[in-house]
């Protein structure tokens, strides 16, 4: 019999392509493996999970084995692969009783993990908690049980959020940017001032051009000492300072891989028998965060898996913030020279960024002005 194809992850990008396969073809052998409980569930519902205080079972869409029996596939939880051979299509894993897999086609869909913040020291250096899975999740609510003082270093999107979610979930949160101002990378100046405005008047405490030198195990809290030399008293202590993909499985098989594994329209590795997809993988120098973009991936990857031509292609996406203090509609432009323009109102801020030929590439747009993301959109040009 031949091996299967198999699918190392079972987060995001591994359901999406094991749903898109199944719209092509019931009967293939799929089988995909999880380092987790490789339960179903949407990562952007655990700020909202956080703002309601839900337990993380409340998140769950479906456990592995309904998606096992929904999608006629075969799913091994709680196994993490530890090594992939593409010369004798093979992997290794952490289980004594079945440490080999074959496959014919293997799909790496391993996701990113999150960055934690460098060079802090102290007795409870190592306490410093991220958000990036479920368990984490689950780990942070109990965490937060009976208390609810939390420093948010990193004013990323995903920082903005979560420290907006713990504060409506009843916590007092003080949230850290290292850098001049909030959301650096994504939207410029005024749009980030105004951001920053709306998360204040909604009641976190925001500490610009401030990061984590320290924390210290107190008698019953964490004693932070920011890099500003400001002593902060905490409960818990939440990294949001962005991703990194999970490259190490590829990287230690000999594929490509820059920032995240390198594949190529096809969604295919430097091995051509392997793919990658989702936030471990890399095309045209983007690595894939939204989840539109990694549905996109997957519906193409399922075409190509199945023996049809198919070829990625980034388009361009808006991203709405998960805030409730203010709308925010963020379309990133792609790498490349080109300015922002911004114009302020009461109401709201817009900033259109333009290449150097005038071509409208990408926008911010905070408050009122939010709401004209879909008309925006469709006059961006890729
Ligand atoms: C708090 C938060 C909010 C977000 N909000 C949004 C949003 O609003 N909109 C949006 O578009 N995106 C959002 N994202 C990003 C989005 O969730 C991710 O892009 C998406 O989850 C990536 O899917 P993935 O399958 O690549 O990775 P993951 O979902 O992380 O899955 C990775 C899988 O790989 C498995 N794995 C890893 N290594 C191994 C191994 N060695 N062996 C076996 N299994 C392994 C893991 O167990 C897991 O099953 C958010 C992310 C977070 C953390």
């Known amino acids: 019999m031949d091996a299967p194809l198999v ?31 490789a339960a179903a569930y949407s990562k952007d519902q655990l700020p909202a999970g956080l703002a309601h ?14 998606m096992a029996y929904r999608f006629e596939a075969t799913i091994t939880p709680h196994r993490r692969v530890l090594a992939i051979d593409p010369a004798s299509r093979t992997l290794r894993t ?16 391993t996701g990113a993990d999150s960055v934690r913040p460098a060079n802090v020291r102290g007795s409870a250096a190592a306490s410093v908690l991220t958000v990036g899975s479920l368990a984490e999740y689950a780990y942070l609510r109990s965490e937060l049980a009976g208390r609810g ?28 940017e290292p850098d001049p101002r909030l959301l650096g990378g994504s939207v410029p ?11 204040t008047a909604a009641g976190v405490r925001i500490r610009i051009e401030d990061g984590v030198q320290r924390i210290d195990q107190g008698m019953h809290e964490l004693h932070v000492t920011t890099l500003g030399g400001k002593p902060l008293a905490v409960d818990v202590v939440v990294a949001a300072q962005g991703t990194r993909p999970r490259v190490q499985l590829a990287r230690a098989a000999g594929l490509d891989v820059a920032a995240g594994i390198v ?15 989702g936030g471990c993988a890399e095309f045209e ?98």
Not at 54 to 61: G, K, N
Not at 149 to 164: D, K, M, N, Q
Not at 265 to 274: D, F, H, K, L, P
């Open 189 to 199: 100046a005024l749009c980030a001032e105004r951001i920053a405005a709306a998360l």
């Open 263 to 277: 594949v190529d329209a096809a969604m295919r590795t430097s091995a051509g028998t392997i793919h990658a997809l």
């Open 94 to 109: 952490d289980s004594p009783a079945q440490a080999e897999q074959a496959w014919s086609q293997l799909v790496l869909a």
């Open 7 to 37: 699918i190392v992850g079972t987060g995001f990008a591994g359901y999406a392509l094991l749903r898109a396969l199944r719209q092509r073809d019931r009967h293939r052998e799929v089988h995909l493996i999880g380092a987790d409980e």
């Open 53 to 66: 205080r839900r337990d993380a079972d409340e998140l769950v869409i479906a456990t592995a084995e309904q």
């Open 285 to 382: 120098g983007r690595v894939f965060e939204l989840g539109e973009d990694i549905e996109a991936g997957a519906q193409v990857l399922a075409d190509v898996l199945a023996g049809h031509g198919a070829r990625m292609r980034w388009k361009a996406r808006v991203r709405r913030l998960n805030l409730e203090c203010c709308a925010v509609a963020i379309c990133e432009p792609p790498p490349g020279a080109g300015e922002w323009y911004e114009s302020a109102t009461a109401r709201g801020v817009r900033a259109l960024f333009h290449d150097r030929a005038g071509a409208l590439r990408g926008f911010a747009l905070v408050g009122d002005p939010a709401g004209e993301s879909g008309s925006l959109l469709g006059r961006v040009a890729r």
């Open 149 to 176: 003082r939390v420093a948010v270093v990193g004013g990323s999107i995903r920082g903005c959020e979560l420290a907006e979610s713990l504060k409506r979930g009843g916590c007092e949160v003080t949230l850290l």
